[in-house]
């Protein structure tokens, strides 16, 4: 019983780490400044996640993805997409994830979708809530 308790609390730990809401982000390729795309991840901590975006000039959001993930160890995560509207054959599939953290509140993403020839690369950064100063 100890060692399911330690196993767990592991499991905990590691997910305390990635839970949150995130923001896809990259480089300009112009100036090298950073660019906050219209696309956030949010991975909550009973394993669920979505995938959504802003999708026009008036704000109108949509969910991309939905499913369930775990993770395997501290550098892998693996999700389970039980729906997808920007790729319905992912529906049902897993995809494994390679987490490389750059501090707290950056996340370098690496992944092959089922299916890819070649290996997908995102870069997110973690929301926070800023509260207004007195």
Same mark, same amino acid.
């Given at each position: 019983?100890?060692?399911t308790f330690?196993?767990?609390a592991v499991a905990q730990h590691d997910a305390s780490k990635i839970v949150g809401v995130w923001q896809q982000v990259q480089q300009s390729k112009t100036d090298g400044h950073e660019m906050q795309l219209?696309?956030?991840k949010v991975l909550q901590s009973d394993g669920r996640f979505? +995938?959504?975006l802003i999708a026009n000039q008036s704000g109108q959001s949509i969910? +991309?993805?939905q499913g369930t993930y775990q993770l395997t160890d501290e550098n892998t995560c693996v999700?389970?997409?039980?729906?997808?509207?920007t790729d319905p054959e992912l529906v049902g599939k897993q995809n494994t994830l390679a987490l490389?953290?750059?501090?707290?509140d950056l996340l370098e993403v690496t992944y092959r979708i089922p299916g890819a020839t070649r290996d997908g690369h995102e870069v997110?950064?973690?929301v926070k809530l800023e509260l207004p100063q007195p």
């Amino acid at each position: 019983m100890l060692c399911t308790f330690a196993v767990n609390a592991v499991a905990q730990h590691d997910a305390s780490k990635i839970v949150g809401v995130w923001q896809q982000v990259q480089q300009s390729k112009t100036d090298g400044h950073e660019m906050q795309l219209p696309v956030w991840k949010v991975l909550q901590s009973d394993g669920r996640f979505c +995938t959504f975006l802003i999708a026009n000039q008036s704000g109108q959001s949509i969910i +991309t993805n939905q499913g369930t993930y775990q993770l395997t160890d501290e550098n892998t995560c693996v999700e389970h997409i039980d729906g997808s509207i920007t790729d319905p054959e992912l529906v049902g599939k897993q995809n494994t994830l390679a987490l490389q953290f750059k501090g707290d509140d950056l996340l370098e993403v690496t992944y092959r979708i089922p299916g890819a020839t070649r290996d997908g690369h995102e870069v997110w950064r973690r929301v926070k809530l800023e509260l207004p100063q007195p």
